[in-house]
C-alpha cells in the first residue's frame, strides 16, 4: 500500500488526501498542530493523524501549503528527513516562484531526500470540480509521480527541469490573475470620466466573450485582492530582468493592494466595477 | 449638401472619407503636402484636394492622424478657423489621453470653433471590416454629429463630456493591447524555462477562448510594438495616480519596447513566441 504525507490539510491539501484515501492510498498528515477545523476535515477525508518524524516514513509528500509556508515548512521538516533511514519523495506543490522553488529544493536535497517540483493548476476536487484540478510534476523524479494517476489524481509529467513546474504555475496565474486585474483597472478609469455605459456596449459588440469573463471574475477578485497582492509580487520575480515583467507584476501587485484598501474604506473602485456590471441594478437603486 | 473635412487621408482617414462620399457627401482634404500615395489614395476615394483655408469652410472637421500629431496639426490650424466667417465642428478623433484631448479643444475653442471629442473603435471600412468602426463622440457638440449616420457611419452619441470618447478609446485599447502584451511576456517567461509545452496544453484545456485570441493577438502585435509602445505611454497618463495604472502601462509600453529591440536583433523573444504558436512548425525546423 502507498503512503502518502500531507502538508497540510487545507481546503486543496485535504481534498486532493480525501481523492488518494477513496483510490486506496493511505494517507497521513501531523493534525495535532491544526485548528480543530483542519482536524475534522482531515478525518472526514480520512487522513490519519501522525507525529511529525512519521510523515518520512511515507512513500510521498506533498507540500500544499499557503505558499508563504513553502521554504519554512522544508526547513522545519529538513531535520527529521536527514534522520529518516529511507528517504520519501518530497513534492513542493505550492504556489512559488522558480527562486524560492530552488531554495526549498536545495534544503531538501541536503538532506539527501529526493524532490520534485509541482503546480496544481484549477479548484480543489469536490462539487465545483468533479475531476480535479491538474498537477503537473517536474524535476529529474517527477517521472515516478505519473503513478499518481493510479491514484486519483490528474497527472502530467514535463520534460523539463525543477522550476519549470513552478513557472508554469505562475505563468498561468500571471495570465489569468493579471488579465482580471488589468481589465479592472480600465474599466475603474473609464468609469471614472463618464465612459462605462459605452465600454460596456462597445465590449458587448466586439468582446464579448472577455466581458463575460470579466463579469465573472472581476467580482470574484475582489475579496482575494490582498492574497492576489503576494502572488503578484511572487510573480513580479519570475523574469530575471531582461523583459519588464517584473515592472508589470509588481504594479499589479500594487493594484491588487489599492482595490483591497478601497474595498475597507471608501469603496469607490469597487462601487465602479459592480456597477459596470450591473448599470439596471445601480440604475434602479 | 453636407460638406466634411478630412485630416488627414491615412488609411483610416481615407477610408472614411470614402464611406462618407459614397453617400453623398462633399469630402474634402489638403493634399498638396501629402504623398502621392496619399493623394492617389484620396483621389480613389473621391476626396476632393483643397488648400487647407477652405477646410475650415467644410461643416464637419475630422482629424484623424497620427496621435502625436493631433496637438501640432489642431494649432497649425488655429489661426485659420480664427479667421474663419463661419466655423465648422471641429471633431478630434484621434488615440490620444483624456488630458492631450483637453489640450486639444482649449486651441480649438479659442478660436471660436465649437469641439468634439470621438473615438473610433475597429478597423477602417473595407475589405476586413465592411460595417466599418464605431464612431463615439462625446462633448456638448456631440449630439449634433448623430446625423452622420445619414452618410454611412456607425454613430455612437455619449451623455458625457469632451474626454470621456478619447477614455473610452484608451480603455478599450488598454485592455485589448495590454491583454496582448501581458500574456506575450508570460508566455516568453514560461518558455525559457522549459514550461512552454505544458502552459500551451494547460490553456488548450482550460483557457481555449484566450489561446485562441492569443494565437492571433500575439504574431498581429509583434510588428506593430514600437507604434504600441506610443500608445501604452499615452494610456498611462490616462490615469491621474489613485490607482497604479500609471506605473501598469509605462511598464507594457517598456515591454512593447524591448519586443520591438529584440525584433531588430537577437529575436530571442519573438522565437520564443513563435514557436509557442507553432510548436509542429519548430519541430520539423
Redesign the interface.
Known amino acids: 500500500m502507498k503512503t502518502i504525507a500531507i502538508a497540510a490539510p487545507g481546503a486543496m491539501g485535504a481534498a486532493v488526501g480525501g481523492v488518494l484515501a477513496q483510490h486506496g492510498a493511505r494517507v497521513i498528515a501531523a493534525l495535532s498542530q491544526r485548528s480543530v477545523i483542519s482536524q475534522q476535515r482531515a478525518q472526514a477525508a480520512k487522513i490519519v493523524d501522525v507525529d511529525e518524524k512519521t510523515l518520512c516514513e511515507a512513500d510521498i509528500i506533498l507540500s500544499i501549503l499557503p505558499p508563504e509556508s513553502a521554504l519554512s515548512w522544508a526547513q522545519h521538516m529538513a531535520p527529521l528527513l536527514q534522520s529518516a533511514p529511507k528517504k520519501p519523495l518530497y513534492v513542493d506543490c505550492n504556489a512559488i516562484s522558480?527562486e524560492t522553488l530552488k531554495q526549498v529544493a536545495r534544503v531538501i536535497e541536503h538532506t539527501g531526500t529526493p524532490f520534485a517540483d509541482a503546480a496544481i493548476?484549477?479548484l480543489p476536487p469536490g462539487e465545483h470540480n468533479p475531476q480535479g484540478p491538474?498537477f503537473?510534476f517536474?524535476g529529474p523524479h517527477a517521472a515516478q509521480l505519473a503513478t499518481l494517476s493510479d491514484w486519483g489524481l490528474r497527472v502530467?509529467v514535463?520534460?523539463?527541469?525543477n522550476?519549470?513546474?513552478s513557472?508554469?504555475k505562475?505563468?498561468?496565474a500571471?495570465?489569468?490573475k493579471?488579465?482580471t486585474l488589468?481589465?479592472s483597472?480600465?474599466?475603474?478609469?473609464?468609469s471614472r470620466?463618464?465612459?462605462a455605459?459605452?465600454?460596456r456596449?462597445?465590449?458587448q459588440?466586439?468582446?464579448q466573450?472577455?466581458l463575460q469573463r470579466m463579469a465573472k471574475a472581476t467580482p470574484d477578485m475582489l475579496p482575494k485582492a490582498w492574497r492576489w497582492a503576494a502572488e503578484m509580487d511572487e510573480i513580479a520575480s519570475?523574469?530575471q530582468g531582461?523583459?519588464?515583467?517584473d515592472?508589470?507584476y509588481?504594479?499589479?501587485g500594487?493594484?491588487c493592494r489599492?482595490l483591497a484598501e478601497d474595498r475597507q474604506h471608501d469603496q469607490q473602485?469597487s462601487t465602479l466595477l459592480a456597477a459596470f456590471f450591473q448599470p439596471e441594478a445601480d440604475k434602479a437603486g
Open positions: 522558480p493548476i484549477g491538474r503537473w517536474s502530467r514535463m520534460d523539463a527541469e522550476g519549470a513546474a513557472a508554469l505562475m505563468a498561468y500571471g495570465i489569468n493579471g488579465i488589468l481589465t483597472a480600465m474599466l475603474i478609469n473609464a470620466v463618464g465612459a455605459d459605452a465600454l456596449e462597445e465590449m459588440e466586439s468582446q466573450a472577455l519570475l523574469n531582461e523583459l519588464a515583467t515592472r508589470l509588481q504594479a499589479l500594487e493594484i489599492q473602485f
